[in-house]
């Protein structure tokens, strides 16, 4: 489960300074049968202009439930000890994903991600929290 005061966040200029490294925030584009997230399909309030994601709720590889997937190219592995920041290339657009220990992965490699719908936060045009929405 997600847990931590990000969860309370009311407005996406408050969720853009908690935290390090800063949350990932992604635009939404709706059409009219669905919206996507730098280009892929995403699962979001009609409102939904926004996709905020921490990037310890990012993970490498395929996702196997409900959220936001994307391929992109790993551009900078930023080892810090106990934890490692990847930023990813995803459609021009950097995700930056922390993972736990050391990470083997190179820039240059190909990555998949994936964050799950319960650890999104999305945001309407004026950059407040759609209410009802878990996550972030």
């Known amino acids: 489960a997600i847990c931590c ?4 966040l009311s407005t996406l200029f ?3 300074f908690l935290g390090s490294p800063s949350i990932n925030v992604v635009p939404i584009e709706v ?3 669905e919206a996507t997230a730098l280009g892929a399909p995403l699962a979001a309030p ?3 202009r926004h996709a905020a994601i921490r990037p310890e709720h990012v993970v490498v590889g395929e996702g196997e439930s409900e959220g936001a997937s994307w391929r992109g190219t790993l551009r900078v592995v930023e080892p810090l000890g106990g934890e490692t920041i990847l930023h990813c290339d995803v459609a021009g657009a950097t995700i930056r994903v ?3 220990g050391f990470s083997p992965r190179a820039p240059g490699d190909d990555i998949a ?3 799950p719908r319960e650890a999104i936060a999305f945001f309407d045009e004026d950059g407040r929290r759609i209410a009802g929405e878990a996550g972030a």
């Not at 005061?5 to 309370?8: A, C, D, R």
């Open 113 to 115: 991600l994936h964050a």
């Open 31 to 33: 059409g009219p049968t």
């Open 46 to 48: 009609r409102a939904a």
């Open 14 to 16: 408050v969720a853009s």
């Open 98 to 100: 922390k993972e736990h």
């Open 5 to 8: 005061l990000v969860l309370f």
